[in-house]
């Protein structure tokens, strides 16, 4: 298996523009998650999916922000308009039987 | 609510030398916990995870760590650093068999470096 499949691995764009980061969790997995990691804050789980469900999106810093799980092979994390305080690096995470696989991520830079 | 409190963000170690990172939580239940190890530009990876049973919990590359209900602890452990250990370690706890298992809170982080 290819594992959990981010892009792009980098996203370099203006404030106010639209970003989507694309995520392709492992086959067979029934949770995708999704988690901003920053020097600040550490890592911070945004939303959470089951079964292409969104259960949890309490992590979700504000309506800029929004995610989508159309089906059990993708799923994306808007946010827009982007702000520089946005700038970040963002995980998509699959998971089977409590164990967590990362994707290696986008790094996020919002000029 | 849980919480994972990891004491120092950064420790170094000499080559050969005793690993320990520390990780205290808090939960209202009893907890899953996990390490997990993320080397640069990658995304985190599970080292070990304890759930039930046995309170030493063996992991890959060596690294071990034991549940300590009484100190709410679980310290991870390698006897020997090597210099492939350079990496930051992250502690997580999740609410176990109360549902929810799957959503974890990672503590902030601790980097390591092995000194040659």
């Known amino acids: 298996d290819a594992g959990v499949i981010q892009s792009p691995r980098h996203e370099v764009t203006e404030m106010g523009q639209e970003v989507t980061l694309r995520c392709k969790p492992i086959s067979g997995h029934n949770s995708l998650f999704w988690y901003r990691q920053t020097m600040m804050r550490g890592l911070e789980l945004l939303i959470y999916?089951?079964?292409?469900?969104?259960?949890?999106d309490s992590g979700m810093p504000e309506d800029r922000f929004s995610a989508k799980m159309p089906n059990a092979s993708f799923s994306t994390l808007k946010i827009q308009p982007s702000e520089p305080r946005d700038s970040a690096v963002y995980f998509c995470?699959?998971?089977?039987?409590?164990?967590?696989?990362f994707g290696s991520g986008t790094q996020l830079s919002v000029l | 609510a849980q919480s994972v409190t990891q004491l120092g963000s950064h420790v170094s170690v000499s080559e050969g030398a005793l690993v320990l990172l520390r990780c205290n939580y808090s939960s209202s239940v009893p907890p899953y916990l996990f390490w997990y190890v993320q080397y640069p530009n990658q995304g985190l990876q599970l080292l070990l995870k304890y759930t039930t049973g046995a309170t030493l919990v063996k992991g890959i590359n060596g690294f071990e760590a034991e549940f300590k209900k009484s100190e709410t602890s679980f310290h991870l452990t390698k006897p020997s650093a090597h210099m492939s250990d350079a990496a930051e370690y992250f502690c997580?706890?999740?609410?176990?068999?109360?549902?929810?298992?799957?959503?974890?809170?990672f503590g902030k982080g601790t980097k390591l470096t092995v000194n040659p």
């Open positions: 995470a699959s998971s089977r039987f409590e164990k967590l696989f």
């Open positions: 999916f089951n079964n292409n469900v969104p259960i949890d």
């Open positions: 997580a706890v999740s609410r176990g068999n109360q549902g929810g298992s799957e959503k974890l809170v």
